[in-house]
Protein backbone atom coordinates (compact mmCIF):
# COMPACT_ATOMS: atom_id res chain seq x y z
CA UNK A 1 0.00 0.00 0.00
CA UNK A 2 1.19 3.54 -1.01
CA UNK A 3 1.10 6.26 2.30
CA UNK A 4 2.76 9.74 2.61
CA UNK A 5 2.57 10.62 5.79
CA UNK A 6 2.90 14.89 6.72
CA UNK A 7 4.38 15.77 9.85
CA UNK A 8 4.98 18.89 11.57
CA UNK A 9 2.16 21.44 11.34
CA UNK A 10 1.72 23.83 14.51
CA UNK A 11 0.98 27.14 15.42
CA UNK A 12 3.68 29.72 14.98
CA UNK A 13 4.32 33.50 15.13
CA UNK A 14 5.19 35.19 12.47
CA UNK A 15 9.04 35.26 12.26
CA UNK A 16 9.03 31.81 13.22
CA UNK A 17 10.37 28.47 11.98
CA UNK A 18 9.07 24.85 11.16
CA UNK A 19 10.41 21.65 9.88
CA UNK A 20 7.63 19.53 8.01
CA UNK A 21 8.15 15.70 7.07
CA UNK A 22 6.91 13.50 4.44
CA UNK A 23 7.62 9.73 4.87
CA UNK A 24 6.80 7.19 2.15
CA UNK A 25 6.18 3.83 1.67
CA UNK A 26 4.46 1.37 -0.35
CA UNK A 27 7.00 2.62 -3.95
CA UNK A 28 10.50 3.04 -4.90
CA UNK A 29 11.30 5.90 -3.26
CA UNK A 30 14.40 6.73 -4.89
CA UNK A 31 12.75 7.14 -8.34
CA UNK A 32 9.95 10.04 -7.83
CA UNK A 33 10.26 13.32 -7.51
CA UNK A 34 8.27 14.63 -4.54
CA UNK A 35 6.53 17.79 -3.59
CA UNK A 36 5.40 20.28 -1.18
CA UNK A 37 1.91 22.26 -1.99
CA UNK A 38 0.15 24.72 0.12
CA UNK A 39 -2.99 25.28 0.34
CA UNK A 40 -4.44 28.60 2.06
CA UNK A 41 -7.93 28.32 3.44
CA UNK A 42 -10.74 28.97 0.31
CA UNK A 43 -7.84 28.97 -2.29
CA UNK A 44 -6.81 26.36 -4.86
CA UNK A 45 -3.38 23.94 -3.73
CA UNK A 46 0.08 25.54 -5.21
CA UNK A 47 2.80 23.81 -5.48
CA UNK A 48 5.87 24.99 -3.71
CA UNK A 49 8.64 23.22 -4.05
CA UNK A 50 10.27 19.98 -4.91
CA UNK A 51 12.93 17.43 -5.36
CA UNK A 52 13.77 15.24 -8.32
CA UNK A 53 14.57 12.00 -7.98
CA UNK A 54 17.94 10.86 -6.33
CA UNK A 55 18.71 9.05 -9.57
CA UNK A 56 17.54 12.42 -11.69
CA UNK A 57 20.31 14.44 -8.80
CA UNK A 58 18.07 15.65 -6.74
CA UNK A 59 17.59 18.88 -8.07
CA UNK A 60 15.45 21.20 -5.58
CA UNK A 61 12.95 23.77 -6.81
CA UNK A 62 11.28 26.44 -5.23
CA UNK A 63 8.03 28.94 -5.59
CA UNK A 64 8.71 32.33 -5.76
CA UNK A 65 7.22 33.31 -2.65
CA UNK A 66 9.27 30.61 -0.82
CA UNK A 67 12.50 30.78 -2.27
CA UNK A 68 15.15 32.24 0.36
CA UNK A 69 12.71 31.00 3.32
CA UNK A 70 12.39 27.25 2.66
CA UNK A 71 14.56 24.72 2.10
CA UNK A 72 13.88 21.02 0.23
CA UNK A 73 15.58 18.29 1.29
CA UNK A 74 15.72 14.36 1.26
CA UNK A 75 16.87 11.51 3.52
CA UNK A 76 16.60 8.56 1.11
CA UNK A 77 17.45 6.28 3.87
CA UNK A 78 14.35 7.34 5.87
CA UNK A 79 12.09 7.48 2.47
CA UNK A 80 11.72 11.24 3.69
CA UNK A 81 11.45 14.18 2.66
CA UNK A 82 11.67 17.95 4.78
CA UNK A 83 10.87 21.16 4.06
CA UNK A 84 12.08 23.86 6.58
CA UNK A 85 10.23 26.93 6.73
CA UNK A 86 12.16 29.92 8.02
CA UNK A 87 10.79 33.45 8.55
CA UNK A 88 7.49 32.24 8.64
CA UNK A 89 4.66 34.79 7.19
CA UNK A 90 0.36 35.36 8.12
CA UNK A 91 0.57 34.55 4.58
CA UNK A 92 2.43 30.78 4.88
CA UNK A 93 -1.40 29.56 6.70
CA UNK A 94 -2.70 26.85 5.26
CA UNK A 95 -2.43 22.92 4.72
CA UNK A 96 0.51 21.63 3.40
CA UNK A 97 0.57 18.13 1.23
CA UNK A 98 3.18 16.50 -0.16
CA UNK A 99 3.01 14.32 -3.00
CA UNK A 100 5.23 11.43 -5.04
CA UNK A 101 5.71 11.97 -8.73
CA UNK A 102 6.95 9.00 -11.02
CA UNK A 103 8.70 10.77 -13.39
CA UNK A 104 11.48 11.31 -10.90
CA UNK A 105 13.20 13.93 -13.20
CA UNK A 106 9.88 16.48 -13.86
CA UNK A 107 8.21 18.23 -10.70
CA UNK A 108 5.34 19.43 -12.61
CA UNK A 109 1.93 20.81 -11.47
CA UNK A 110 -0.74 19.02 -9.30
CA UNK A 111 -1.82 16.95 -11.29
CA UNK A 112 0.93 15.66 -12.65
CA UNK A 113 1.51 13.79 -9.07
CA UNK A 114 0.32 10.37 -8.91
CA UNK A 115 0.24 9.67 -4.77
CA UNK A 116 -0.70 12.43 -2.48
CA UNK A 117 -0.61 12.58 1.95
CA UNK A 118 -3.34 13.68 4.06
CA UNK A 119 -1.50 17.12 4.65
CA UNK A 120 -0.19 18.57 8.15
CA UNK A 121 -2.13 21.74 9.26
CA UNK A 122 0.19 24.86 9.37
CA UNK A 123 -0.73 28.04 11.40
CA UNK A 124 1.09 31.54 11.29
CA UNK A 125 -0.06 34.35 14.07
CA UNK A 126 0.65 37.70 13.16
Known amino acids: EVQLVESGGALVQAGGSLRLSCTASGFTFDDYAIGWFHQAPGKERQAISCITSKSSGGKTYYEVTVKGRFTIGSDNAANTVYLQMNDLKPEDTGRYYC?????????????????WGQGTQVTVSS
Open 99 to 115: AAHSDGYFCGASYDYDY
